[in-house]
Nanobody, 128 residues
Framework: QAPLVESGGGFVQAGDSLRLSCATS????????MGWFRQETGKQRELIAA???????YYADSVKGRFTISRDNAKNTVYLQMDSLEPEDTAVYYC??????????????????????WGQGTQVTVSS
């Protein structure tokens, strides 16, 4: 199992930016899709961004135009660049990886059950 290690969370002001990283040390790890989820207190975890291996991407309406998912293959790392942060973005953020290629994209990337590996989560807090 390839552990995913997240980093980059923190406490910021509204309008600031953060970049989350999701890395694995397993050089043979070859996920067919990656996703970033977030979970606000008392709410279900939800997908906010996904990227298929062929660079097709998906963004939830709540983050479209502000967040960008990308991958550095050489570093085995997936990023979530978050710009123009809002207090409503406060949540624990998780990265996840899927072994199976999601041919029906993004529908096959939305559910948590589509993913095989998860990071430990990183807290993002945005103050107004």
């Amino acid at each position: 199992q390839a552990p995913l290690v997240e980093s980059g969370g923190g406490f910021v002001q509204a309008g600031d930016s953060l970049r989350l990283s999701c890395a694995t040390s397993d050089t043979k790890f070859d996920p067919k899709a990656m996703g970033w989820f977030r979970q606000e207190t008392g709410k279900q975890r939800e997908l906010i961004a996904a990227r298929r291996w062929d660079e097709l991407t998906y963004y939830a309406d709540s983050v479209k135009g502000r967040f960008t998912i990308s991958r550095d293959n050489a570093k085995n790392t997936v990023y979530l660049q978050m710009d123009s942060l809002e207090p409503e973005d406060t949540a624990v953020y998780y990265c996840a990886a899927a072994r199976v290629f999601p041919s029906d994209f993004p529908q096959e990337c939305i559910g948590e059950y589509e993913y095989d590996y998860w990071g430990q989560g990183t807290q993002v807090t945005v103050s107004s």
